[in-house]
């Protein structure tokens, strides 16, 4: 996809209390770094950036006193209750030059009839070109029957991609639903039993 654009602030507030009125204003504090040069503290527009992160490694162009920077998001820091964004670090990036990212795993079509699918890999690692980045990659799991898996190094990667998680590793599973009517027929014969028990032990006290 195509980059970003986020109007930028530079930042000379610090701390908690601070941070907490950049939000009140429908702002975020962020963090710009990489490529040897010292971080830059910035505010972002809060929805603006709430949207713009919806996309998985997203290439942002972050405009500050007039010049342009390309980043990517390296850690988006959440309220656990809210769900608010609270702090993102921006990593600097150049065209041309690889880096690793997690991307997550897209499943396509439909297996074998009477079988599922189990995702034992929601992200795999990858290095690619910067400006380049995947929102995702597709797993085609069409027609596979029952015990196959499908592990990392069989993914197909975008071109100029390279997997750095183990290819060894399943991504995929796809198994047959557990019938579990035998357990449950165990449980109400044993439910019978226990009531027939009862009222055979209830009709005895009651002859004595």
């Known amino acids: 996809m195509s980059e970003i654009k986020l109007a930028a602030e530079a930042r000379t507030e610090f701390g908690k209390g601070a941070a907490r009125r950049i939000r009140r204003a429908d702002k975020i504090p962020a963090v710009l770094y990489g490529h040897g040069s010292a971080p830059v503290h910035v505010t972002l527009p809060g ?19 007039g010049k342009g920077q390309l980043a990517i998001a390296k ?17 600097i990036v150049k065209k041309g030059e690889k880096v690793a990212v997690e991307v997550p795993v897209a499943v396509t079509g439909e ?4 079988t599922i ?7 795999l690692a990858i290095e690619a070109e910067a400006t380049h980045l995947p929102e995702s ?10 015990g196959t898996t499908v592990t990392a190094g069989e993914v197909k990667l975008p071109s100029g991609a390279t997997l750095t998680t183990d290819p060894e ?16 027929e165990a449980a109400e014969a044993e439910a019978a039993e226990q009531a027939a028990g009862s009222e055979a032990a209830a009709e005895a006290t009651a002859g004595e």
């Not at 850690?75 to 990593?91: T, Y």
């Not at 699918?117 to 992200?123: G, I, Y």
């Not at 597709?138 to 029952?146: F, H, K, Q, R």
């Open 111 to 114: 297996s074998a009839p009477g």
């Open 75 to 91: 850690d988006v820091q959440r309220d656990p209750v809210r769900n608010v964004i609270e702090h993102v670090d921006l990593l």
């Open 137 to 146: 990659v597709e797993v085609s799991i069409e027609g596979l029957e029952a």
């Open 169 to 184: 590793l399943v991504v995929v599973t796809i198994s047959v639903p557990q019938d579990n009517s035998a357990d449950i």
């Open 117 to 123: 699918h189990l995702v034992d890999l929601q992200t």
């Open 47 to 65: 929805h603006q950036t709430m949207l713009a992160l919806k996309h998985s490694n997203a290439l942002f162009s972050i405009e500050l006193e």
